[in-house]
């Protein structure tokens, strides 16, 4: 998902309800041929996970949240900054406002963080966060694994009432908050759907735009991988980045298997290391329309037919680390 502003990437491992932030073309990427089917042994859950999971073997925790809080609260400020404003300033042609009020953005009071999209009169608003740190990512011959358990908007959805909604668990280089421009600072896309699909997008973005060595607008993506339950039940969404092999590597999960994987050689070796050889921050986001959205249903979304009202959920975030 690309934006014009502050927004930061990070590769985490991660339980999300939902969100979004590809561009239209991007989610318009084939599989690539090369997927690595591997379990790690997480599962998909129809309540949300409680607490944070313990690392997997060789990795510590480096950093987590998992939402803890007196229900109808929003994010902890010391950690997540709200990125508010119209959509149309984030690059991606969405429609809503986001906004840091709790209508949008707020805890359950059971450990879930959930991003609500709302239309009120026919203006639409809903949320988008990011951390303040931007310090996640992989040391040289080590492995980076970002996380969350989420599930999608929404129980309720369909495409048919769903059409426009675009969840997202995403990352960006923490070179773009000093000046390095969109896409050479690296996004790195973990979960994305729209139109409530049931599907998860995973995808690259790198290098210069447009074109470039990684295809840009589009990417380098998996397009879409089927994600049964994903909207009725939690499922966890991970990202690896693995500096201890040659070439290295970016890995995406889902419920612990690997579905997408790209290699360092894809790429020249510059914009590999510009892209993903430094820290990253995380962002979630629902965003409602925009190019990716309207590109899927060949339509303007969202439509009338779209109902009000879905939500992504977060159980938990977090980061761990392999030396």
């Excluded at 041929?33 to 409680?50: D, K, Y």
């Excluded at 329309?289 to 060949?298: R, V």
Aim: with cysteine; net charge negative.
């Amino acid at each position: 998902m690309r934006r014009n502003s502050n927004h930061v990437l990070v590769f985490v491992a991660v339980t999300v309800a939902a969100a979004a932030c590809s561009d239209s073309a991007r989610i318009m990427n084939p599989s690539e041929p090369n997927v690595i089917r591997q379990s790690t042994g997480t599962l998909a859950s129809a309540t949300a996970p409680q607490g944070i999971p313990a690392p997997p073997s060789g990795f510590t925790l480096f950093w987590s949240d998992d939402f803890t809080g007196a229900a109808g609260t929003g994010v902890d400020t010391t950690v997540w900054k709200y990125d508010t404003g119209p959509g149309r300033n984030f690059g991606t042609g969405e429609i809503e406002t986001m906004t840091n009020s709790t209508a949008n953005v707020f805890k359950d009071g059971a450990g879930t963080l959930v991003i609500k999209a709302i239309n009120s009169h026919h203006a639409w608003t809903s949320g988008r966060i990011e951390t303040k740190r931007d310090d996640f990512g992989a040391a040289p011959g080590g492995v980076v694994l970002m996380q969350a358990a989420i599930q999608q908007p929404d129980s309720n959805l369909t495409t048919a009432n769903g059409t426009g909604y675009w969840p997202a668990f995403w990352m960006l280089g923490s070179t773009f908050r000093t000046g390095t421009p969109w896409p050479t600072a690296g996004e790195i896309d973990i979960m994305e759907d729209v139109n409530a699909q049931s599907v998860v997008y995973s995808t690259l973005h790198c290098g210069t735009s447009p074109g470039g060595p990684c295809n840009e607008t589009t990417g380098i993506g998996s397009g879409p991988d089927a994600c049964a339950g994903c909207q009725t039940a939690y499922h966890t969404y991970g990202v690896q980045i693995d500096r201890s092999v040659s070439p290295e590597q970016i890995r995406y999960y889902l419920d612990g298997v690997v579905h997408f994987t790209i290699n360092a050689t894809q790429v020249d070796a510059t914009t590999w290391a510009q892209a993903v050889d430094h820290p990253f921050f995380i962002i979630f986001d629902l965003a409602m329309g925009g190019g990716f959205p309207n590109a899927i249903c060949n339509c303007t979304s969202p439509t009338r037919s779209t109902v009000s009202g879905g939500a992504m959920r977060i159980a938990y975030v977090a980061v761990y680390n392999k030396p």
